[in-house]
Nanobody
Framework: QVQLVESGGGLVQAGASLRLSCTAS????????MGWFRQAPGKEREFVAA????????NYADSAKGRFTISRDNAKNTMYLQMNSLKPEDTAVYYC???????????????????WGPGTQVTVSS
């Protein structure tokens, strides 16, 4: 089992950058594929980005391509989401998620993940 905690959210202006972090408990972080999701008020939780257990494979939602970068440091049990050129429509609660898997698998749906963090708020003003 793994416990996840997000950090790094905040209030920024459009065009700014933020880096979210997701820190995991446990000693087997490198065996988990990880992902970022977000949920805006009144909307369903949606996929943002995912990374394989080894970090070699990544996948992005169309809305994140070219602006967001997902990465991980298995030695620090931490995953990151670098968000650049933020837009007001990026405003949401951002969640990190984990699932036990192997190799190069990335998962891009909510159903593919077993563990979730409590979320961190990102607000982008226009």
């Amino acid at each position: 089992q793994v416990q996840l905690v997000e950090s790094g959210g905040g209030l920024v202006q459009a065009g700014a950058s933020l880096r979210l972090s997701c820190t995991a408990s446990g000693r087997t972080f490198s065996s988990y594929a990880m992902g970022w999701f977000r949920q805006a008020p009144g909307k369903e939780r949606e996929f943002v980005a995912a990374i394989s257990a080894s970090g070699g494979n990544r996948n992005y939602a169309d809305s994140a391509k070219g602006r967001f970068t997902i990465s991980r440091d298995n030695a620090k049990n931490t995953m990151y989401l670098q968000m650049n050129s933020l837009k007001p429509e990026d405003t949401a609660v951002y969640y990190c998620a984990a699932t036990w898997t192997f190799g190069a698998i990335v998962r891009s749906t909510r159903e593919g993940y077993d563990y979730w963090g409590p979320g961190t708020q990102v607000t982008v003003s226009s």
